[in-house]
């Protein structure tokens, strides 16, 4: 069975500064995606970042960017001059064969003024 | 994007009544649609995946005839808390989904159960 790991349940950044959130999953398929979920206050499931497993790109998508190592089975997500509107939970989530997402237990990002 | 509505976003109900939440897609057809659940602070559980005209299929350790799901129309799915208790007191999100793009979902804002 498919399984995803956020190691970092709380993270804090200054802002304008830098953060990464790790993920790493666990899967024998060789064609999935991979998603990063930000949760706000309001509880509105927002949509990130997605990457395609067969995509040697990293994916990017403006401040935010992912590295994706397929062979390490690493995910992180890498959010560039945090603003305060980025404070929320984040989850990582990967979406195989059985087209059911499946998410990380979350990371909670402060942002600091 | 598509948007995905779910009413109420928050209900209270009485133990022993059974409550019924609404997730419906506005601008697309959604072949898929999926029920989660959220405790506080925790992840999103799924609890059942819909496809529309057939059954639900449930995960595992989930009671099918505690939470009905039907999903009757293209644009509409509900799920149906029945005999609610208080350890049923949640937050419900659903999402909605095309089946051939189904790495598309798009997620409800959520509806919070509190059963007293």
């Known amino acids: 069975a498919q399984t995803v790991t956020q190691s970092q349940p709380e993270m804090s950044v200054q802002e304008a500064e830098t953060v990464t959130l790790s993920c790493t999953y666990d899967?024998?398929?060789?064609?999935?995606?991979l998603f990063w979920y930000k949760q706000p206050p309001s509880r509105q499931m927002i949509l990130v970042i997605r990457?395609?497993?067969?995509?040697?790109q990293n994916a990017t998508e403006n401040r935010f960017s992912v590295n994706f190592q397929k062979a390490a089975k690493s995910f992180s997500l890498k959010i560039s001059d945090s603003q305060l509107g980025d404070a929320a939970m984040y989850f990582c989530?990967?979406?195989?064969?059985?087209?059911?997402?499946?998410f990380g237990t979350g990371t909670l990002l402060a942002v600091q003024p | 994007g598509a948007v995905v509505s779910q009413h109420p976003s928050w209900v209270i109900c009485k133990s022993g009544t059974s409550v019924k939440i609404e997730c419906r897609s506005l601008?697309?057809?959604?072949?898929?649609m999926f029920w989660y659940r959220q405790f506080p602070k925790q992840s999103l559980m799924l609890m059942a995946t819909?496809?529309?005209?057939?059954?639900?299929?449930?995960e595992q350790g989930v009671e099918k005839d505690k939470f009905l799901i039907n999903h009757a129309s293209l644009t509409l799915s509900t799920l149906t808390v029945t005999s609610a208790h208080p350890e049923d007191s949640s937050f419900y999100i659903c999402?909605?989904?095309?089946?051939?793009?189904?790495?598309?979902?798009?997620f409800g804002p959520g509806t919070r159960l509190t059963v007293t």
């Open positions: 999402s909605a989904a095309i089946l051939r793009e189904i790495d598309e979902q798009y």
């Open positions: 899967t024998s398929e060789s064609d999935y995606y």
């Open positions: 990457q395609e497993a067969y995509k040697q």
């Open positions: 989530a990967f979406l195989g064969a059985t087209n059911k997402l499946i």
């Open positions: 601008d697309f057809q959604a072949t898929t």
């Open positions: 819909s496809n529309e005209g057939s059954k639900a299929t449930y």
